[in-house]
Structure formats: C-alpha cells, structure tokens
C-alpha cells in the first residue's frame, strides 16, 4: 500500500463524501451499519469485503448522505441521480461490457455523445492515449485481448472529465500479467494530474501494492486497515 500520498491529501477537496449510510433488507438484515466515507482528488481506495457483504450498495443507503462533487444524491429524485452518476461518475466492470460491433473509440464516443459532449472523437482519443490503448482505436472488442478491451473500459469510464471512477473487481476475469497492467493503469489515471478519484472493489491481494488506503468492508461496517 502507498503511504506517501496520504497526509498530502488531508483538506484536498473530495468528490465523494458519504456520511452514517445504512442499508437495510426486507428481511431486516443490514448491509450497511452507519457506515462514513471520503474519498479524495488525486487517491485510489480499494474496498475489500465478501461479495454481496455491501460494498456495491454504498451510493443507494436507505438512510444518510451521499454527496458526489457537493451534490446529495440521496435528496434528489431519481431521474436527477442518474444524471449526477451518468455526468460525474465512470464506471469499469469485471467484465469490459464494450457493444461488440462498436471499435474502441466508438464504444467511448457513444457515453460521450449521451453526455452530449462536443468533440467526442477527440476526447476518446485522448482518454485511449491516456491508458496506453491509442493504437486499439479502430479494433472491436473481439480483436482484443481481454487486458487490452479492459483497459478500453477504463478509458471510456474517464473519458469526458469524470472525476469519480468506480472500478467493480475490473481484474475478475484476466491473467496475472494483466491484472498488474490494470492495477498501474487505475494508479496512473489519479496521479498524471487529472482532478480524478478512484473506488475499487477487488479480492485480489497485489490491488494493496497500487492503493493509498485499503478500508475492509464486514458485517455491514466499513473499517481502515
């Protein structure tokens, strides 16, 4: 785990503050347990904890606060939400979830465009570069390695100026060699400058090795390690 980073950290300002979150199911079980969060411009977090144990339902509590870049999500309706986490937040997934007949740099001007950003195919560009991937950008997902459409993935979650990223165990699926090429990938796109966070989930030990805190998500609590 880094240490470097962290006391720089302290009072940069955080895209994601999430304050006393509580889930419960129907059954009365709880998921989340008054559960606090801050994450930070310029730092990688991985949240470890068993699959289903809660750490993907952090940005919908039944009770507390969820605040992306200073907006509560959590006090808006629903429609205004999806707007909030289509604009400021990318997503990466175990699997690429690239559309198949798309090439990389049309898989990430389609979000742009839903974005309505200008100069999409500029922007898919720069985020390909970005990621090392430039050279992949008239390929389909089927003429990729699964690596290479992984790091295609990240390039569309950051692509447009997100400023969170939400990375869901993206190493699931790949090779050894691969999954220390998305660790670097994930450390390098919150320290080349970019006004970036990123939240990873992963059960793989080395993700420790890329991060600057590691927090254990059990029984519903969330603790630093």
């Not at 509580?22 to 559960?35: A, F, I, Q």
């Not at 994450?39 to 339902?57: A, F, M, N, Q």
């Not at 839903?114 to 430039?134: C, D, P, T, Y």
């Amino acid at each position: 785990m880094l240490t470097s980073k962290r006391q720089d950290l302290e009072g940069v300002a955080h895209p994601l503050k999430a304050n006393d979150l509580h889930l419960s199911y129907v059954k009365g079980d709880e998921v989340l347990t008054g559960v606090d969060l801050v994450l930070h411009t310029g730092e990688l977090i991985l949240v470890r904890g068993v699959r289903g144990s809660g750490k993907t339902t952090l940005l919908s509590p039944s009770r507390g606060t969820v605040c992306i870049n200073g907006v509560d999500i959590t006090k808006v309706s629903e429609s205004q939400r999806d707007a909030i986490r289509l604009h400021e937040m990318g997503m990466v997934f175990q699997h690429h979830g690239l559309v198949p007949d798309f090439t990389a740099r049309e898989n990430i001007e389609l979000v742009l465009r839903a974005r309505e950003i200008k100069n999409s195919a500029a922007i898919a560009m720069g985020a390909l570069e970005e990621v090392g991937v430039a050279e992949l950008a008239d390929r389909r997902p089927a003429e990729m390695s699964g690596g290479q459409a992984q790091r295609v993935g990240i390039a569309r979650a950051i692509a447009g100026g997100h400023r969170i990223v939400l990375a869901d165990e993206p190493t699931g699926q790949l090779d050894r060699a691969n999954t220390d090429m998305i660790f670097k990938v994930l450390r390098h796109i919150v320290t080349d400058g970019a006004d970036r966070a990123v939240l990873l989930s992963s059960h793989d030990p080395r993700a420790c090795d890329y991060v600057d805190r590691v927090l254990d998500m059990e029984d519903g609590v969330l603790e630093e390690v």
